[in-house]
Nanobody, 121 residues
Framework: QVQPVESGGGLVQPGGSLRVSCTAP????????MAWYRQAAGKQREWVSS???????LYADSVKGRFTISKDTVKDTVTLQMNSLKSEDTAMYFC???????????????WGQGTQVTVSS
């Protein structure tokens, strides 16, 4: 089972920007979907954004208009560009592949290790 690898987290001030990335081998060739989740300390993991194999983008209401999800098919990488960051965005960010692949197989991956995003002044 594929384990995605997240990267790019860090410390930013409120109103700032940060870009996190996720690499999952086979994501592009198998035509899988990809989703970003986040989990703040003491809270449940929540869905943030998704991009389907055909390029449809979806966002949680809490990040709509501030975050942008995109993919690089050459690098098997999905990126989440986060702008106008708020303290409420502080969390560990995870990605996961989903859906049904080109051969009818399940695209479900394990959780990656995550990357920490901290928004603080």
């Amino acid at each position: 089972q594929v384990q995605p690898v997240e990267s790019g987290g860090g410390l930013v001030q409120p109103g700032g920007s940060l870009r996190v990335s996720c690499t999952a081998p086979g994501f592009t060739s198998n035509t899988c979907d990809m989703a970003w989740y986040r989990q703040a300390a003491g809270k449940q993991r929540e869905w943030v954004s998704s991009i389907t194999s055909i390029g449809i983008r979806l966002y949680a209401d809490s990040v709509k208009g501030r975050f942008t999800i995109s993919k690089d098919t050459v690098k098997d990488t999905v990126t989440l560009q986060m702008n106008s960051l708020k303290s409420e965005d502080t969390a560990m960010y995870f990605c996961k592949t989903l859906g049904t692949g080109v051969r009818g197989q399940s695209c479900l991956s394990t959780w990656g290790q995550g990357t920490q995003v901290t928004v603080s002044s």
